[in-house]
């Protein structure tokens, strides 16, 4: 199995990082890269370990989804790859997240 990021879900987790520099420090935002990475990388021995995400059901493409601390990282397997559609934080409405897939 292989990891591929979306650009969308590179501009996300981006997005995340700047945050916490600006509105935390560059540790926080390198702690909560690092352990978002580091929780997408079980998805290689275990690519269903995530959970259906409910919010995407209708696309009927069995994307699923992991939590690391505030942040859901939406996947789905195709193939030999698992496809990171998004990272999403969970303190937002959730409707928003089927907008950015």
Same mark, same amino acid.
């Given at each position: 199995?292989?990891?591929?990021?979306?650009? $969308?879900?590179?501009?996300?987790?981006?997005?995340? $990082?700047?945050?916490?520099?600006?509105?935390?420090?560059?540790?926080?935002?390198?702690?909560?890269?690092?352990?978002?990475?580091?929780?997408?990388?079980?998805?290689?021995?275990?690519?269903?370990?995530?959970?259906?995400?409910?919010?995407?059901?209708?696309?009927?493409?069995?994307?699923?989804?992991?939590?690391?601390?505030?942040?859901?990282?939406?996947?789905?397997? $195709?193939?030999?790859?698992?496809?990171?559609?998004?990272? $999403?934080?969970?303190?937002?409405?959730?409707?928003?997240?089927?907008?950015?897939?």
């Amino acid at each position: 199995m292989k990891i591929i990021w979306t650009d $969308f879900a590179i501009q996300n987790l981006k997005a995340i $990082f700047d945050y916490h520099v600006e509105n935390a420090t560059k540790k926080v935002a390198h702690k909560i890269k690092n352990e978002i990475f580091k929780a997408t990388k079980q998805l290689i021995k275990h690519p269903d370990s995530g959970q259906v995400e409910p919010n995407l059901y209708f696309f009927q493409q069995n994307h699923r989804y992991l939590v690391c601390g505030n942040y859901k990282i939406v996947y789905k397997v $195709f193939e030999h790859q698992i496809i990171i559609n998004d990272v $999403f934080d969970t303190r937002q409405n959730p409707d928003k997240i089927a907008k950015g897939i």
